[in-house]
T-cell receptor, first 115, second 114 residues
Framework: DAGVIQSPRHEVTEMGQEVTLRCKPI?????LFWYRQTMMRGLELLIY????????DSGMPEDRFSAKMPNASFSTLKIQPSEPRDSAVYFC?????????????FGSGTRLTVV | AQKITQTQPGMFVQEKEAVTLDCTYD???????LFWYKQPSSGEMIFLIY??????QNATEGRYSLNFQKARKSANLVISASQLGDSAMYFC???????????FGAGTRLFVKA
């Protein structure tokens, strides 16, 4: 199993541009999570999906952020327009909801820099 | 609201010694899960150990053990026989009933000295 795959690993973009982060969860996992990590705020849950349906997006900071999961093997997090304060590491994680005594499997993260 | 508190921003330990990383939590739920994750300097998040709120015995995974004290709402991670490769950031986390949402503490950075 290749694990949770995120792309790109690094993204540098100019303020105002649209940014799309991608995630492929582990096959068979039915829950997917997007987290953001910054020095100031630590790890914040942005949104999570169960069976491709968004369950809770209360962590999405603003309307500039949106996330989709069109099928069980793919999810995107989009920021439009991007701002310097969006600079962070964005993690995607997946799990099998029924196996709640096991932790999430995280991707390697996307380091986003908005200049 | 649920909350995880890690009061030690940084810890030092001598190689081959044991170290305890503190974690306290706050929740009104009776059913919950507690986790520890490791984040090395390379950045990935690695699941280490799990403790269920109804588990009567402390969880163990190799050199990792979780000292679970439910009445005190603490879930400390004990690493025995520290190795240089244990130098990393360690996060305590709690998952809500139903198995969906997990919140993380601020983390403790562990430095293992040779």
């Amino acid at each position: 199993d290749a694990g949770v795959i995120q792309s790109p690993r690094h993204e540098v973009t100019e303020m105002g541009q649209e940014v799309t982060l991608r995630c492929k969860p582990i096959s068979g996992h039915n829950s997917l999570f997007w987290y953001r990590q910054t020095m100031m705020r630590g790890l914040e849950l942005l949104i999570y999906f169960n069976n491709n349906v968004p369950i809770d997006d209360s962590g999405m900071p603003e309307d500039r952020f949106s996330a989709k999961m069109p099928n069980a093997s793919f999810s995107t997090l989009k920021i439009q327009p991007s701002e310097p304060r969006d600079s962070a590491v964005y993690f995607c994680a997946s799990s099998l909801r029924e196996n709640s005594n096991y932790g999430y499997t995280f991707g390697s993260g996307t380091r986003l820099t908005v200049v | 609201a649920q909350k995880i508190t890690q009061t030690q921003p940084g810890m030092f330990v001598q190689e081959k010694e044991a170290v305890t990383l503190d974690c306290t939590y706050d929740t009104s739920d009776q059913s919950y899960g507690l986790f520890w994750y490791k984040q090395p300097s390379s950045g990935e998040m690695i699941f280490l150990i799990y403790q269920g709120s109804y588990d009567e015995q402390n969880a163990t995974e190799g050199r990792y053990s979780l000292n679970f004290q439910k009445a005190r709402k603490s879930a400390n991670l004990v690493i025995s026989a520290s190795q240089l490769g244990d130098s990393a950031m360690y996060f305590c986390a709690m998952r809500e009933p139903g198995g969906f949402k997990t919140i993380f503490g601020a983390g403790t950075r562990l430095f293992v000295k040779a």
